[in-house]
């Protein structure tokens, strides 16, 4: 992995940021050669860029499987970060030892999509909310019970669900459980991984309502992963759109659902239903499954179910750039006539190189294998048959 890729100028400079992703990284070794070296990667996430600022959500969207859970993990860095940088307040966390992430660790919090799978059913609503918090130092054995009690409160939990085990609530209420267990230990910053997909809809609205009320009264930050766009939209002040491990296109709420740029994102908000009889829907079908992210395809990554791909889109891939101010989005709609004969001319370099390389190597083989050749043959050497055999013999 070019280490050296990431180490510009920019990674010199602090970030101003609340949050910054700096051409994060996340790949997992699934293929292995004879002498166990990883010789395959799959690319969950794959150099994701953004800033966000502190107060604000962040909604991630994208199809399952396309790196948003990956992404939030390892931010967090319950995932080992492979290549690019995580900012957090002014501080590169993706760097850290283990020792000192642990100490910051309580600021930044995650809440998973599934509360039945997260809750241990050994202990009491109130140790599960307040162990942590405990362990953190964030509260002593005096005040315990009256911080748990005020956490849950704010949380919309009776205080007498204190001494009651996670299996006699519902999923609504074990997500508040959850969500409170995250905020005892008064984060900053929270990833939210599609909390409200495992619940009943007329749940869902509560906690989403609960959280954005959260958000507004504690100060937090969070970046909110869902694949249901209403919700994003309801929730999100900025939104960036995932495929295939990439960012494809960021920006705030407004401009993403006022002028979306990347077809991709055009696709996905196209399958939103409009609850308007009259309202005809334009719907865009996106073409075939999405490829795997072991072996993507070339250029663009989307271009294999884009119905505008160009002649660019399968040989170059598209630079994520700033359309406008505060929008970003990677694709070769988007380039100038200049961008664009630069790309051009940077992939036939490429391709010059590589063909030389091609090349090079290929007369390497065959000098080589020209020398090698008498090795090949074995070195049996005719029997030197003496003018007078029978002399030798009888030595
Ligand atoms: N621990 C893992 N090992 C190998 N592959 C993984 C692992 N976790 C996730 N993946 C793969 O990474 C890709 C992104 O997964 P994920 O982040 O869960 O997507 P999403 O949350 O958008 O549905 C998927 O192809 C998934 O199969
Ligand atoms: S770069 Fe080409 S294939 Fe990719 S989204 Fe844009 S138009 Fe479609
Ligand atoms: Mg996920």
Redesign the pocket.
């Known amino acids: 992995m070019a280490d050296e890729e990431i180490k510009t100028p920019i990674e010199e400079n602090g970030s101003d940021a609340f949050l910054e992703v700096r051409n994060l990284c996340k790949y997992?070794v699934?293929g292995k050669n004879f002498f166990g070296r990883p010789n395959a990667w799959?690319k969950?996430v794959d150099n994701v860029s953004f800033k966000l600022q502190k107060g604000k959500t962040l909604g991630i969207v994208?199809?399952?499987?396309?790196?948003?859970?990956?992404?939030g993990r390892t931010i967090l860095r319950l995932y080992d970060v492979t290549k690019g940088e995580v900012w957090f307040k002014g501080e590169k966390i993706s760097t850290l030892s283990n020792r000192e992430f642990d100490k910051r660790r309580p600021n930044m919090q995650m809440i998973f999509q599934d509360p039945y799978a997260s809750l241990s059913p050994r202990l009491t609503v109130g140790e599960i909310i307040g162990e942590a918090a405990r362990q953190h130092g964030l509260v002593d054995k005096s005040g315990f019970y009256d911080y748990v009690i005020k956490v849950m409160k704010m949380c919309g939990l009776q205080p007498h669900y204190f001494e009651r085990y996670p299996h006699e609530f519902s999923g609504g209420q074990r997500q508040r459980i959850c969500i409170a267990r995250a905020l005892a230990l008064k984060p900053e910053l929270v990833i939210c991984d599609e909390p409200v997909s495992a619940l009943d809809v007329s749940i869902q609205a509560q906690i989403i309502n609960m959280l954005i009320e959260l958000r507004k009264t504690l100060g937090l930050t969070y970046v909110f992963?869902s694949h249901d766009l209403s919700v994003v939209k309801h929730i999100s002040d900025e939104v960036g759109v995932?495929y295939l491990?990439s960012m494809v296109e960021y920006g705030s709420k407004e401009s993403i659902f006022n002028n979306t740029l990347h077809p991709y994102t055009k696709a996905l908000f196209s399958a939103v239903p409009v609850p308007n009889v009259h309202v005809k829907m334009n719907r865009v079908i996106l073409k075939g499954d999405i490829p795997s992210?072991v072996n993507p395809p070339s250029g663009c990554k989307f271009h294999t179910r884009c119905d505008n791909c160009m002649e660019i889109c399968s040989k170059i891939a598209p630079e994520y750039k700033e359309v406008e101010q505060g929008h970003f989005c990677a694709c070769h709609l988007y380039n100038s006539q200049a961008d664009e004969a630069r790309l051009w001319a940077e992939y036939e370099e490429e391709q010059r190189r590589i063909e030389e390389e091609k090349a090079k190597a290929a007369k390497g083989k065959h000098s080589a294998e020209s020398v090698e050749e008498p090795a090949e043959e074995p070195a049996v050497q005719p029997p030197v048959q003496p003018a007078d055999s029978s002399s030798v013999s009888e030595q």
């Open positions: 997992f699934v799959l969950a994208g199809e399952s499987g396309c790196g948003k859970t990956t992404m992963i995932m491990g992210p």
